[in-house]
């Protein structure tokens, strides 16, 4: 189950950013907003979306939020953590198996 809190952790904290930049409309290219305005710090994570397209930068030190790339990400998110919910369930199930027929 260690794989799984750090991909639910990582999914809350881009679900935030996002819902930082939606709050202060940051959505297209003129609405950009500088990362200390949204109270967001430049880290990882937030490389992270940038590399990936989500967000996108309109200047120095601004960035608005790419909706449409959001929404294809956000979903293939929650499609990972599901398969990794559901291998570890797997993996769980198998272990309780053995140790009951041992």
Excluded: C
């Amino acid at each position: 189950m260690s794989t799984i809190a750090p991909a639910l952790l990582t999914a809350r904290y881009e679900r935030q950013v996002v819902k930082a930049f939606r709050r202060r409309g940051a959505i297209s290219g003129p609405t950009a907003q500088r990362l200390r305005d949204l109270g967001l710090k430049d880290n990882d994570h937030l490389r992270v979306l940038v590399t990936e397209t989500i967000l996108r930068r309109a200047g120095p030190e601004r960035y608005f939020l790419h909706e449409a790339t959001w929404a294809a990400r956000d979903h293939m998110t929650w499609r990972t953590v599901g398969r990794l919910a559901g291998a570890a369930g797997v993996v769980v199930l198998g272990v309780v198996i053995y140790l009951l027929t041992r």
